[in-house]
C-alpha cells in the first residue's frame, strides 16, 4: 500500500540532545512537509520541499534542520537550539501542480518528550 | 490575527443527527484553497474534502459537505446522519496563493473536538 511512514512512533531527547525523525513516501509526491503540533492546538509549519536538494523554511524553523536527498525521504533534525521541543510531529506529501490543490497526506507521527 | 478561526472547541451531538463545524478564514489573495481534516485519537490526519475559492458549487464527499460563504469568508462543514466513529478533532486549514504553483504548507486552526453520543 502506498503511504508515508514515520518513526520512531515514540522519541525521548535527553537536554542538550539532537535527534532525527524519519519520513519515507512511496506516494511518488514531489512535495512533502513537516508540522509540529502542541496540546490543543492545530498544526504549525516547520519546513516544506518541493524538490530533492531544495527546501524552505516554515513559521516555526528555528531549533529545526531538514535534508531533502531523495525524493520519497525528509528526515527532520530538532536540535538542542529547540528550547521546548515536546510536541507531536507529522509529516505529509503532496503532488505538485501548476494550482497546488491537492491535498496533504499525513504519516502517523512521532511524539518527541524531553527526558 | 489568526488566518483561520474555529469558534467551538468542543461539540456534543447525538447519534444520527447533522452536525456543522464553523470555520472563518482571513487572506487577501483571490485565489486559495480549503480542506477540512479529521484527527481521530490515535494521531493520524485523514483529508476530508476541499473547496476552491473559484469553485462555484459547494463541495461535497459522502457524508461531508462544505458549505462556502466566499463574502463571508466562511467554509463550515457539514456531517449528515452522524455516527459513533465521526468522534474526532476536526481541523480547518487554508493554502493561499496556489494559483502561482509551488506548494507552501497549510495554515490550520485549532480545531474543534466532536464528540457523538450514542
Known amino acids: 500500500d502506498g503511504g508515508i511512514t514515520q518513526s520512531p512512533k515514540y522519541l525521548f531527547r535527553k537536554e542538550g540532545q539532537n535527534v532525527t525523525l524519519s519520513c519515507e513516501q512511496n506516494l511518488n509526491h514531489d512535495a512533502m512537509y513537516w508540522y509540529r503540533q502542541d496540546p490543543g492546538q492545530g498544526l504549525r509549519l516547520i519546513y516544506y520541499?518541493?524538490?530533492?536538494?531544495?527546501?524552505q523554511k516554515g513559521d516555526i524553523a528555528e531549533g529545526y534542520s531538514v535534508s531533502r536527498e531523495k525524493k520519497e525521504s525528509f528526515p527532520l533534525t530538532v536540535t538542542s537550539a529547540q528550547k521546548n521541543p515536546t510536541a507531536f510531529y507529522l509529516c505529509?506529501?503532496?503532488?505538485?501542480?501548476?494550482?497546488?490543490?491537492?491535498?496533504?497526506?499525513f504519516g502517523d507521527g512521532t511524539r518527541l518528550s524531553i527526558l | 490575527a489568526q488566518k483561520i478561526t474555529q469558534t467551538q472547541p468542543g461539540m456534543f451531538v447525538q447519534e444520527k443527527e447533522a452536525v456543522t463545524l464553523d470555520c472563518t478564514y482571513d487572506?487577501?489573495?483571490?485565489?486559495?484553497?480549503l480542506f477540512w481534516y479529521k484527527q481521530p485519537s490515535s494521531g493520524e490526519m485523514i483529508f476530508l474534502i476541499y473547496q476552491g475559492s473559484y469553485d462555484e458549487q459547494n463541495a461535497t464527499e459522502g457524508r461531508y459537505s462544505l458549505n462556502f460563504q466566499k463574502a463571508r469568508k466562511s467554509a463550515n462543514l457539514v456531517i449528515s446522519a452522524s455516527q459513533l466513529g465521526d468522534s474526532a478533532m476536526y481541523f480547518c486549514a487554508m493554502r493561499e496563493s496556489y494559483s502561482g504553483g509551488g506548494a507552501d504548507g497549510l495554515t490550520f486552526g485549532k480545531g474543534t473536538h466532536l464528540i457523538i453520543q450514542p
Open positions: 487572506t487577501s489573495d483571490q485565489s486559495y484553497g
Open positions: 505529509a506529501s503532496s503532488i505538485l501542480d501548476t494550482y497546488s490543490n491537492q491535498p496533504q497526506h
Open positions: 520541499s518541493q524538490i530533492v536538494n531544495d527546501f
